[in-house]
């Protein structure tokens, strides 16, 4: 049963910072993280949100954080064992909020890229190659790359576009140990989920990954392999030479583009039936990946 949307959460007492889509909550050496249906595109958040779509990305990175075999952040899921403060809807909660291990952030976004799309499509036009690694001739854009690839960025600051940077200068960061870990299991990961998003008939043309320090141990941290933090493609009618369709943003692109918006003042309110094309493509994503039925559908 859909639910309402939430597009902003309070949870009394406790300090709060918010992100485009998430609201972060700080419990000392626990945060909790709460998707929230907030949606982005063309670097605005806009004023309608998606209902449930924190869930999906929530249920998403949950499906594969308890796949992986790796040292990750989540502690709990259920609501109902995280100890919240009297008085808050549980049911808003529920599916879109996790316990997490707080850590210390490496200030580096572990991009991993299989197809030649976005900020790499233009490196490679005006260099012929991605993040400073060499790349055959003649690729297309959206083009599947010989191999998937590193490109590391730092985290920009609010409203500002990442940085990608190299390997080397990864390295200068976060020291040859750290930046060596990272990226191996950030390739790992991506082999991983892009195997299983395929089965689904989903293409995984690129993601983001974060790590944060604990005790000393290295853990994947943030959201993991969504389409907030990924593209997404639909694998049938995959065709290089152009951009592709989004699986999920598409309707709300394409909707917004013939708006007659221009992307420099705050953005219109979507329709309804943009609204809800959108949200189905996004349980359609959730679904197809993790092989269950959605719970809120
Ligand atoms: N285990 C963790 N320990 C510490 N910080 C974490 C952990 N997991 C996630 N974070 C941080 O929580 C924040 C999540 O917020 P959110 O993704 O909404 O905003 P953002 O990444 O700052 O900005 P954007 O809206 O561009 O994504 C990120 O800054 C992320 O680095
Ligand atoms: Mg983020």
Same mark, same amino acid.
């Given at each position: ?17 918010r ?33 449930d ?6 249920q ?14 989540l ?54 190659g ?31 576009? /990442?940085? +990608?940077?190299?390997?080397? %200068?990864?390295?200068?960061? =976060? ?5 060596e *870990?990272?990226? !191996? ?76 918006? /221009?992307? +420099?003042?705050?953005?219109? %309110?979507?329709?309804?039936? =943009? ?5 189905? *493509?996004?349980? !359609? ?8 039925p959605?719970?809120?559908?």
């Amino acid at each position: 049963m859909a639910t309402a949307a939430v597009v902003e959460t309070h949870l009394p007492g406790l300090p709060c910072t918010r992100g485009k889509v998430r609201d972060v909550y700080d419990l000392g050496d626990r945060l909790l993280l709460v998707s929230t249906d907030r949606i982005s595109a063309f670097d605005w958040v806009l004023p309608t949100p998606i209902p449930d779509k924190g869930r999906v990305l929530t249920q998403l990175s949950n499906y594969w954080f308890n796949r992986l075999d790796l040292p990750h952040h989540l502690l709990e899921t259920d609501v109902r064992q995280m100890d919240l403060p009297a008085g808050v809807d549980l049911d808003a909660l529920a599916g879109r909020t996790v316990l997490v291990q707080k850590t210390k952030v490496a200030p580096i976004e572990c991009v991993v890229r299989a197809y030649l799309s976005g900020s790499a499509w233009k490196e490679y036009q005006a260099t012929g190659g991605v993040a400073g690694i060499s790349m055959p001739t003649g690729l297309e854009e959206s083009e599947r790359l010989p191999a998937p690839i590193f490109t590391p960025a730092t985290k920009a600051a609010q409203g500002q576009h /990442d940085e +990608n940077i190299t390997y080397a %200068e990864m390295q200068n960061i =976060v020291g040859l140990e750290l930046a060596e *870990k990272m990226r !191996e299991r950030s390739l790992d990961v991506y082999a991983h989920g892009a195997q299983r998003a395929m089965e689904a008939g989903i293409i995984l043309a690129d993601t983001k990954f974060e790590f944060g320090l604990a005790g000393g141990e290295l853990l994947l941290i943030d959201e993991v392999m969504t389409p907030d933090s990924s593209r997404f493609w639909p694998a049938d009618g995959y065709r290089p030479g152009r951009p592709q369709p989004s699986f999920d943003k598409q309707f709300v692109r394409d909707w917004l583009s013939g708006s007659g918006w /221009d992307k +420099n003042s705050p953005p219109p %309110e979507l329709p309804p039936d =943009v609204v809800a094309q959108t949200r189905a *493509k996004y349980i !359609e994503a959730c679904q197809r990946i993790t092989g269950e039925p959605f719970p809120w559908a």
